[in-house]
C-alpha cells in the first residue's frame, strides 16, 4: 500500500535552525537508507517551511508507524511534530469506484 506522510515540525524549543537542518539531514539519510528496500518511494522538503513530504510503500499504517517511530525528527523533536498519514490508491481503483 502506498501512503503519503506530511511532516509538519512546528517551532521547536531551544533548537537554532542549523540544529534542524541537522536533525533533518539525518533523517533524509535514514529514509534513503530505506529506499533500496522499497519502503520510501521518494521525499521532498519544502523550501521556506518546516515540512516535509514522503511517498512510503508499507504492507500496513502500523508498520508506516514504526517506523516513523525510529525517525530522527520524531526522537528529537516527538512532542513539535505533526503527522499526517493518508492512505493513496492508484487511479484505476477510483474509477471502479465511480462504476458503482
Same mark, same amino acid.
Given at each position: 500500500? /502506498?501512503?503519503? /506522510?506530511?511532516?509538519?515540525?512546528? $517551532?521547536?524549543?531551544?533548537?537554532?535552525?542549523?540544529?534542524?537542518?541537522?536533525?533533518?539531514?539525518?533523517?533524509? $539519510?535514514?529514509?534513503?537508507?530505506?529506499?533500496?528496500?522499497?519502503?520510501?518511494?521518494?521525499?521532498?522538503?519544502?523550501?521556506?517551511?518546516?515540512?516535509?513530504?514522503?511517498?512510503?510503500?508499507?504492507?500496513?499504517?502500523?508498520?508506516?508507524?514504526?517506523?516513523?517511530?525510529?525517525?530522527?525528527?520524531?526522537q528529537v523533536?516527538?512532542?513539535?511534530?505533526q503527522i499526517? /498519514?493518508?492512505?493513496?490508491?492508484?487511479?484505476?481503483?477510483?474509477?471502479?469506484?465511480?462504476?458503482?
Amino acid at each position: 500500500m /502506498l501512503y503519503r /506522510l506530511d511532516f509538519r515540525v512546528d $517551532d521547536p524549543s531551544g533548537f537554532s535552525p542549523q540544529d534542524l537542518f541537522a536533525i533533518w539531514s539525518a533523517e533524509a $539519510d535514514a529514509s534513503l537508507g530505506e529506499a533500496p528496500s522499497g519502503i520510501v518511494i521518494n521525499s521532498w522538503r519544502c523550501i521556506g517551511k518546516r515540512r516535509i513530504v514522503a511517498i512510503v510503500e508499507a504492507p500496513s499504517a502500523d508498520y508506516v508507524e514504526q517506523i516513523l517511530l525510529s525517525l530522527p525528527t520524531i526522537q528529537v523533536h516527538h512532542r513539535s511534530v505533526q503527522i499526517a /498519514l493518508t492512505k493513496l490508491t492508484a487511479g484505476d481503483t477510483v474509477r471502479f469506484s465511480l462504476d458503482l
